[in-house]
């Protein structure tokens, strides 16, 4: 299953799970799904509060989309909420993702024993429960 796969590979990048780095891939297949691009084609723009735990999604959006600081497709900029843009030479997606799915994520006690229960839970959802597209 993508989902899983995408975890694992989540995990290994970025060292640990959380729902944060869950939402950035979430937004990162999206992006991939939506767009029908390659990484080399692909650019995303995000606008985060640029602070742990909520630049984790930054390595989220990284592992799935295959933007990256390496292939210098990706940028962040500091702001409220989690929005991105992705864009291609034919098209773009702008995503922002919910008031509901931040507050749900906030009113939650993320550890180190339920953070990996917790972002299966992020993958799990339907795209348009996390995200306005
Ligand atoms: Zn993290």
Not at 104 to 122: D, G
């Amino acid at each position: 299953m993508k989902e899983e796969e995408l975890l694992n590979d989540g995990k290994r990048f970025h060292g640990h799970l959380g729902p944060y780095l869950a939402l950035g891939l979430k937004a990162g297949l999206l992006a991939k799904e939506h767009l029908k691009a390659t990484p080399f084609k692909m650019k995303a723009n995000l606008t985060l509060k640029l602070e742990k735990p909520v630049s984790c999604f930054i390595d989220g959006v990284q592992v799935a989309s295959g933007c990256t600081m390496g292939k210098r497709n990706i940028t962040a900029v500091e702001g409220t909420g989690i929005s991105a843009l992705f864009s291609t030479e034919g098209g773009s997606l702008r995503m922002r993702v919910k008031d509901e799915t931040l507050a749900w994520i906030n009113s939650l006690h993320v550890t180190k024993e339920n953070e990996e229960e917790i972002s299966r839970q992020v993958m799990q959802k339907p795209y348009g429960e996390l995200f306005e597209y």
